[in-house]
T-cell receptor, first 108, second 112 residues
């Protein structure tokens, strides 16, 4: 069974500081991994996915199969990064399993 | 392009009442799902469908029913509302495969 663990419920960082959100997963087979973000009063939206290896809004995430991790990083946090972040695994049928989420608060 | 549309946005129910949360998508996505979002628990899958006529249970299906008569619509029915069903409900759709999921704006349900 898929399982996604986000150990931090709340991450408070200063503007300009690096931020790292941890995500560990358990999955049998080759996982699809995603980070979704929910800004205040908005719907969830895709931030990035591991297969595209892209950087969105300065965020990157590296898949480490040995450690079964997919941590999200940004070198310099901005106030507009304050949001709820969810790590998720997906299967080939389309089912997504989400972690509990990490609330990021960026203070000036 | 409407994407995923959920109605209503807000709802207050009395214990024991029934209601249907509506979800529609116009992207011809095969996969649709319902999640509930509770503090500290993330999004938990209630029911999902991989195509018209096919539905299956997720992680927390008790107290909810779904049907998928068309590709576009995936309503969620609360049979007899309970205070434990107070939550924010999200509908999502996705093409099968490694693709982006699109979410509705959510329904905030309170059961008193």
């Amino acid at each position: 069974a898929q399982r996604v663990t986000q150990p931090e419920k709340l991450l408070s960082v200063f503007k300009g500081a690096p931020v790292e959100l941890k995500c560990n997963y358990s999955y049998s087979g080759s996982p699809e991994l995603f980070w979704y973000v929910q800004y205040s009063r908005q719907r969830l939206q895709l931030l990035l996915r591991h297969i595209s290896r892209e950087s969105i809004k300065g965020f990157t995430a590296d898949l480490n199969k040995g450690e079964t991790s997919f941590h999200l990083k940004k070198p310099f946090a901005q106030e507009e990064d304050s949001a709820m972040y969810y790590c998720a695994t997906g299967d080939s049928w389309g089912k997504l399993q989400f972690g509990a989420g990490t609330q990021v608060v960026v203070t000036p | 392009n409407a994407g995923v549309t959920q109605t209503p946005k807000f709802q207050v129910l009395k214990t024991g009442q029934s209601m249907t949360l509506q979800c529609a998508q116009d992207m011809n996505h095969e996969y649709m799902s319902w999640y509930r979002q509770d503090p500290g628990m993330g999004l938990r899958l209630i029911h999902y469908s991989v195509g018209a006529g096919i539905t299956d249970q997720g992680e927390v299906p008790n107290g909810y029913n779904v049907s998928r008569s068309t590709t576009e619509d995936f309503p969620l029915r609360l049979l007899s509302a309970a205070p434990s069903q107070t939550s924010v409900y999200f509908c999502a759709s996705r093409k099968t495969g490694n693709t982006e999921a699109f979410f509705g704006q959510g329904t905030r349900l309170t059961v008193v």
